[in-house]
């Protein structure tokens, strides 16, 4: 089955510079790369998804890319600031029908800290 | 609607009883899905619906948990003879079969078997 690795697990940096998340994937048929924000208390809310006939994607501050030779992708998040605090988690799935798809795999989970 | 709703959000028993969770999706989306979370580590695939119909089961999915969705609207879980290492938050999800807006998650029922 699919295996997706995250890093780093935890991420500090000063509000106002960017930050990256890197994932890798196993299965070359995954077509599908969601990532998630999950807040305490809170489940995980889709910040921004990527398919596989795309190679980047961008909204606003967020911005992802996708190496699908390499299998990797990766999250990109400038100008953060403290509400950006949070842990992320990137996906993938072998399976979409123009919606979202079943039976993601996640990483384990990069905590995000912003340092005012 | 504001979204997917768990009940309830938090549930303490005691090992070898029975629960129920339930979940209600945004009315539109006719795919629900149930993940489990352990602290520290991402959702883990449990099971997901078409409407009323259960397509795919995770081999996490033990004899001891069932999921029903019976009129294709709300969903239930339930794990017979809770164990300890049944402990986790369990978060429903739904999705549309068509259109662009991924899963939306609710905020998860948090287990704590003792």
């Known amino acids: 089955g699919e295996n997706v690795e995250q890093h780093p697990s935890t991420l500090s940096v000063q509000e106002g510079d960017s930050a990256v998340i890197k994932c890798t994937y196993s299965?070359?048929?995954?077509?599908?790369f969601p990532w998630y924000k999950q807040e305490l208390g809170k489940g995980p809310q889709l910040i921004i998804d990527i398919r596989s006939n795309v190679g980047e994607k961008k909204d606003q501050r967020i911005a992802v890319t996708l190496n699908k030779t390499a299998k990797h992708f990766s999250l990109h998040i400038t100008e953060t600031q403290p509400e950006d605090s949070a842990v992320y988690f990137c996906a993938a799935s072998n399976r979409f029908w123009g919606g979202g798809a079943d039976g993601l795999t996640f990483g384990k989970g990069t905590h995000l800290i912003i340092q005012p | 609607d504001t979204g997917v709703s768990q009940n309830p959000r938090h549930k303490i028993t005691k090992r070898g009883q029975n629960v129920t969770f339930r979940c209600d999706p945004i009315?539109?989306?006719?795919?629900l899905y149930w993940y489990r979370q352990t602290l520290g580590q991402g959702p883990e695939f449990l099971t997901y619906?078409?409407?009323?119909?259960?397509?795919?089961k995770s081999r996490l999915l033990s004899d001891r948990f069932s999921a029903e969705r019976p009129k294709g609207s709300f969903s239930t879980l339930e794990i017979q003879r809770t164990e300890q290492g049944d402990s986790a938050m369990y978060l429903c999800a739904s999705s549309l079969e068509q259109g662009t807006s991924g899963y939306t998650f609710g905020s998860g029922t948090r287990l704590t078997v003792v």
């Open positions: 299965d070359s048929a995954s077509n599908y």
């Open positions: 619906f078409q409407n009323e119909a259960q397509l795919e």
């Open positions: 009315s539109e989306h006719n795919r």
